[in-house]
């Protein structure tokens, strides 16, 4: 398969100095990737040392999924076990009423959080981990997204999707008996999810070239070799199944341990996500969107190479009348005004001082025909993903997961608010181009 345990093992619990110039470091101590390890839970928590006043939490789904045998194994072995199980229906962000009620059930306070579950799950519990100082570790339910090691947060509060750094589990734990039964739709998301990282590469390359972020070789060819896997295993018989599942959890935890050894989500996390948090925040302050993170992650990545293909496969090097900052705002506070001020002080400037434009202008210039190389392979990608989406039953545009076109474009334009990091979003909006870009494409898929 390419990449196997022993190799990502060598970076876990590790600190790395690196040719970058920054000292890399990761705070997870095991990954165990295997069938049958919940089974043999109780005594993996005695060879690691695990206390045994144990708080585990999951959700309706992920305690039928894997949390109801945890318990069961655990109780047996004469492990103090606490359960909280939330509503699946009624949760689905990690946010002020989440963390509230996990932290009050956790009273007395336990010795160690077993997450088990996917996305919300793990973050909540990553949250909760962290501002108490408690051990988690995390039990997988589906190859679904990357957070399952990564010591980032996404969560949300007043409808605010805001990200922080926290802790990170003391042991991943993925039964690959459980995970090759997780609907597919969340195999599709997991793919989704690691498609991103193809845009996400794109984006540092671009702060790197035009605005001297340090980029890190060594981090970007751990989620390199995450994303090659996933494009080589997909397959629509049952072993290939086997085969998908299997990679494309090597593939999310790979960036997981690239995002650590960042210490932030830029090896993983560009334009794509930021448009994915947007919608997110649209769907909460109004109708909710039944659709997962990587699902969205996916169609949206498919967006941002159209973008990088129109910008440097046609070779527009001119810029054209952008909205005022003036008129940028009153727009804001039109599509989410509960949200706009948070957004705003997330942004600073809109734009930059027109000395720092020139010099950004000089040198997308001087890095015109780098970028121009790495985006013509994108029509071979674009059209791969597509296919493997297809062979895993996911949505391969954006159309399809159900949102209005207005609504699209309102998160694609606004999309860089979410986080304070340069990408081809922000590029877009500086030459004016990002209104255009965004009509272009769209109306490619709602034609």
Not at 382 to 407: A, P, S, V
Request: negative net charge; hydrophobic residues 40%; contains cysteine.
């Amino acid at each position: 398969m390419g990449v196997n345990i022993l190799e990502f093992q060598d970076y876990l619990n590790n600190k790395i100095d690196c040719c970058c110039g920054k000292k890399h470091k990761t705070m997870v101590k095991k990954i165990i990737l295997s069938h049958g390890a919940i089974d043999d839970l109780a005594n993996i928590f005695e060879a690691n040392s695990l206390p045994d006043d144990i708080f585990i939490v999951s959700d309706s789904n992920t305690y039928k999924a894997a949390a109801k045998k945890v318990v069961e194994v655990l109780r047996e072995a004469k492990y103090k076990v606490k359960e909280l199980v939330f509503n699946a229906e009624k949760f689905s962000h990690p946010d002020e009423k989440a963390v509230g009620t996990m932290l009050f059930n956790m009273e007395p306070m336990p010795k160690i959080i077993v997450a088990v579950g996917s996305g919300s799950i793990t973050d909540l519990c990553r949250f909760c981990a962290s501002k108490t100082g408690i051990p988690y570790i995390v039990i997988a339910t589906a190859p679904s997204m990357d957070g399952y090691v990564s010591t980032v947060i996404p969560i949300t509060k007043e409808a605010m999707k805001i990200s922080i750094i926290g802790k990170s589990p003391e042991i991943l734990i993925a039964d690959l008996d459980i995970l090759e039964k997780s609907p597919k739709n969340l195999l599709a998301s997991g793919f989704g999810d690691m498609v991103g990282k193809i845009t996400a590469k794109l984006d540092w390359m671009l702060a790197s070239k035009l605005t001297g972020e340090v980029i890190c070789d060594k981090i970007e060819a751990i989620t390199d070799i995450g994303v090659e896997n996933c494009f080589k295993s997909i397959g629509i018989d049952e072993d290939s199944h086997k085969t998908s599942v299997k990679s494309i959890m090597y593939g999310l935890l790979l960036s997981g341990i690239a995002m650590q050894l960042n210490n932030n989500s830029r090896p993983a996390s560009g334009s794509e996500h930021h448009i994915s948090h947007f919608l997110e925040m649209l769907d909460i302050l109004g109708e909710g969107n039944e659709t997962y993170h990587g699902e969205r992650v996916g169609v949206a990545s498919l967006i941002i190479m159209r973008f990088y293909e129109k910008l440097f496969l046609s070779d527009i090097q001119t810029e054209e009348d952008r909205v005022t900052e003036k008129e940028y705002t009153k727009y804001l506070y039109s599509v989410c005004p509960k949200t706009a001020d948070e957004l705003l002080k997330n942004v600073g400037n809109i734009y930059i001082e027109d000395d720092e434009w020139e010099n950004m202008k000089v040198n997308l210039t001087q890095n015109w025909d780098l970028f121009k190389k790495e985006v013509q392979k994108l029509d071979e990608l674009r059209k791969k993903t597509i296919e493997k989406l297809e062979d895993l039953e996911g949505f391969t545009n954006i159309k399809m997961l159900g949102y209005e076109k207005q609504k699209v474009r309102d998160a694609v334009f606004f999309a860089r608010t979410v986080r304070t990091r340069f990408t081809i979003l922000t590029l877009l909006d500086y030459m004016g181009l990002l209104g255009k870009f965004t009509d272009e494409v769209l109306e490619e898929i709602y034609k």
